[in-house]
């Protein structure tokens, strides 16, 4: 079963508008941790934005923060300001595991594409 | 300052053969992961590392092997190649579970 849902495959956004990409995820653990990676087309994979279990607060990163509403089992990204440049492929990830085996996994991942 | 090196970066395998893939770090990293990314499902995991030594299956690890002899080498092999195996293959390293990875550039394999 899919651990971590992100349901919407393609999304379009109006350049200097805000965006918001959703996921879900499954898990039982207590202590676990969300991140979020942009692919852009070049294919490199970027480190956006980290949130954990335990974190009282949202995480920000710059026009990066995060949504993260834990009874829901929700973290949701949140661009700013959109730009051209932040067209992209966005996957949600999550740690699991409850012992020093822990271990990362991904989303099926979400298609941006911002609108001049 | 390499990072993530992914050696080699395209192979075209028949199917049946086998290969290695090489993924070095060069930033004493404990964690070390092999993904496969395939159109549609995001990046799946097939086997990772806590440390020098060990190995852990992940999401998809049927019709793989790796090995991690060195803390900064994680091998990834294919014995018997197949055609579902052809991908993109990332590797991945981190210094602890809650810090971000490092991404190689990625392996674009071809099984025919």
């Known amino acids: 079963a899919q651990k971590i849902t992100q349901t919407q495959p393609g999304m379009f956004v109006q350049e200097k508008e805000a965006v918001t990409l959703d996921c879900t995820y499954d898990t039982s653990d207590q202590s676990y941790g969300l991140f979020w990676y942009k692919q852009p087309s070049s294919g490199e994979m970027i480190f956006l934005i980290y949130q954990g279990s335990y974190d009282e607060q949202n995480a920000t990163e710059g026009r990066y923060s995060l949504n993260f509403q834990k009874a829901r089992k929700s973290a949701n990204l949140v661009i700013s300001a959109s730009q051209l440049g932040d067209s992209a492929m966005y996957f949600c990830a999550m740690r699991e595991g409850q012992t020093s085996y822990d271990k990362v996994i991904f989303g099926p991942g979400t298609s941006l594409s911002v609108i001049p | 300052n390499a990072g993530v090196t992914q050696t080699p970066k395209f192979r075209v395998l028949k199917t049946g053969q086998s290969m290695t893939l090489l993924c070095a770090q060069d930033m004493n990293h404990e964690y070390m992961y092999w993904y496969r990314q395939d159109p549609g499902m995001g990046l799946r995991l097939i086997h990772y590392?806590?440390?020098?030594?060990?190995?852990a299956k992940g999401e998809v690890p049927d019709g793989y092997n790796v090995s991690r002899l060195k803390k900064q080498n994680f091998l990834l092999g294919l014995e018997s190649a197949a055609p579902s195996q052809t991908s993109v293959y990332f590797c991945?390293?981190?210094?602890?579970?809650?810090?971000?990875?490092?991404f190689g550039d990625g392996t674009r394999l071809s099984i025919l």
């Open positions: 991945a390293s981190s210094r602890r579970l809650n810090q971000p990875q490092h």
């Open positions: 590392s806590v440390g020098e030594g060990t190995t």
